[in-house]
Every structure is written in structure tokens, then in C-alpha cells.
């Protein structure tokens, strides 16, 4: 079994923020492959489903940004998993828009819900990590990820979560440099 954690804030005024991709992926990703009902558990929202061969557990902290690792800590003692089981969905300042890409450990590059996570569990966790840009200048930081994608961002990011959600099999079979080469092909078409 795998747990895959979407990174985002909970309620109707979050929704199409940038910090929220995490949560978007993991919801095209339920949506694509036939994942059952919305469940609350471990302080979020958990999906139950397969892709391929593999059980995962899709979750959404419900704790906002900031205590994500509370939730997804809970997940992973109560399946007694190790955090190599643990695929994390997040958005990116250091990736150019709509650029996807995996990595397994390392820091949290004050991400806030990484840093969380990494406090309850250690950094030995897969990450994929979705790019939204960086503003600029650090000032501009905060409001550009807590700021909304525009109408003229909407095209590429459907393009970019059904790309992910498309490719999900390669995440779940661990080639993770297959998954970024076809997210990448889809996303040129």
C-alpha cells in the first residue's frame, strides 16, 4: 500500500489557489482512476483506490498547510508504513508554471507543509513536486502562492493534472524519471 498526500489548504476560498495543486492533483488523480467515496479520516479526507495492481490511499489534510504532517503522520502509523510508502503532491516556487517533477527526500525549501511533514516523519519521503513560478522578488511570494491561477493559467493547468493523473501508473510502479519523461511529452502536445 501506498499513501499519496495532496498539500493545500482546506475550504471554498482556497480552491483554485497555487498552494492548492497538491490538492487538485490528487483529486484528478481519484477522479481518473475510479477511486471510491470521500471518507474523513486521519484530520482530512482520504480516497481509497487502485492503480495497476497497487492499493493507495489518496489524502487531503484537512489541518491547513501548516500541520499537514500531523495527517499524513497519522496515515502512515496507522497502516504502520515507512515513509518511503509516502508520495507527497506540492506546489513548487522553484520550478517554472506547470513544470512537474520528482524527487525522493531532501529539504523543505520553507514550504511550510513539507517542513511539517518532515518534523513528524524525517525527510526520507517521495515528493512530487509541481512548479507555479516564482514571483520575482521574495516580497511578492506570499501573494503569489496564496493568490489564485488566472482564467489565461487554466488551459495548461488542466493539461498538467491530467497529465499527472494519466501517468500515475509510473509513480506507483517506482520509475519516477519515466513519469516526469511522459508528463512532459503530454504536456508539448
Known sequence: MQIWAGLGNPGPGYTMHRHNVG???????AE????????????????????????ILLLKPATFMNESGRAVSEA?????????????????????????????????AGHNGLRSIDSHLGPDFRRVRIGIGHPGHKDRVHGHVLGNYTKAETPDLVDMLGAIGAEAEWLVNGDDARFMSEVALRMQN
Open 23 to 29: 490538492f487538485m492533483a490528487v483529486d484528478v488523480i
Open 32 to 55: 481518473m482512476h475510479g477511486f471510491g467515496p470521500v471518507q474523513k479520516k486521519f484530520s482530512g479526507w482520504t480516497q481509497e483506490g487502485r492503480i495497476g495492481k497497487e492499493k
Open 76 to 108: 502512515i502509523r496507522f497502516y504502520k508504513l515507512e515513509p518511503d510508502a509516502l508520495t507527497v503532491f506540492h506546489d513548487e516556487l522553484d520550478l517554472a508554471p506547470f513544470k512537474v517533477k520528482v524527487k525522493r527526500g531532501g529539504g523543505h
